[in-house]
T-cell receptor, first 115, second 114 residues
Framework: DTEVTQTPKHLVMGMTNKKSLKCEQH?????MYWYKQKAKKPPELMFV?????LSINESVPSRFSPECPNSSLLNLHLHALQPEDSALYLCASSPWGGGGGITQYFGPGTRLTVL | DQQVKQNSPSLSVQEGRISILNCDYTNSMFDYFLWYKKYPAEGPTFLISISSIKDKNEDGRFTVFLNKSAKHLSLHIVPSQPGDSAVYFC?????????????FGKGTTLSVSS
């Protein structure tokens, strides 16, 4: 099973809403990532979790709050977003944290629209 | 400042011919380079990678070449097939004490016509 799943596929939310994006993998990977991708742009790294600990936070605004409840799950909690936060949010995982695990496996993404 | 650059936004190739996608980078600290393929409404799919200490890696129809002195890599697809039509992203991996992450180029849209 080389699958990373993400729910929901699509999400529309208002600027005052609170919502969460979920990501799950059962490959035993110990590093998980959140990326943001705007149209016609490359994926941009937001957060990296390595062995369930936040290891990289790429200066992401606090209205995005990641959470890694266990080694298989990664959440992204959203609150008071802005319309410019509308994008495809991609989750990825790789076999090991630290130096191992070259390949990152991506989920299909959640298409987020903020009204 | 872009650390990974794909200067050709698009490429059109006939079926059966070779597709060559190019990528340049600026940071000598990258230790691996990867190519991903992306269809609309899907996440990127890993294709092939190369270590910074190698100059070539081959996997079936896909070959990646690395010229470290020029900070340039290329992906060759031979023979190209219509199903190869997608956006191709070049990515570079950096490793520090906090962990690893990928930096992506802007992508090249490949169109293979039959």
């Amino acid at each position: 099973d080389t699958e990373v799943t993400q729910t929901p596929k699509h999400l529309v939310m208002g600027m005052t809403n609170k919502k969460s994006l979920k990501c799950e993998q059962h490959m035993g990977h110990r590093a998980m990532y959140w990326y943001k991708q705007k149209a016609k742009k490359p994926p941009e790294l937001m957060f990296v979790y390595s062995y369930e600990k936040l290891s990289i936070n790429e200066s992401v605004p606090s209205r995005f709050s990641p959470e890694c409840p266990n080694s298989s799950l990664l959440n992204l909690h959203l609150h008071a977003l802005q319309p410019e936060d509308s994008a495809l949010y991609l989750c990825a995982s790789s076999p090991w944290g630290g130096g191992g695990g070259i390949t990152q496996y991506f989920g299909p993404g959640t298409r987020l629209t903020v009204l | 400042d872009q650390q990974v650059k794909q200067n050709s936004p698009s490429l059109s190739v006939q079926e059966g011919r070779i597709s060559i996608l190019n990528c340049d980078y600026t940071n000598s600290m990258f230790d691996y380079f990867l190519w991903y393929k992306k269809y609309p409404a899907e996440g990127p799919t890993f294709l092939i990678s190369i270590s910074s200490i190698k100059d070539k890696n081959e996997d079936g129809r896909f070959t990646v070449f690395l010229n470290k002195s020029a900070k340039h890599l290329s992906l060759h697809i031979v023979p190209s097939q219509p199903g190869d039509s997608a956006v191709y992203f070049c990515a570079a991996r950096f490793l520090n004490q906090a962990g690893t992450a990928l930096i992506f180029g802007k992508g090249t849209t490949l169109s293979v016509s039959s």
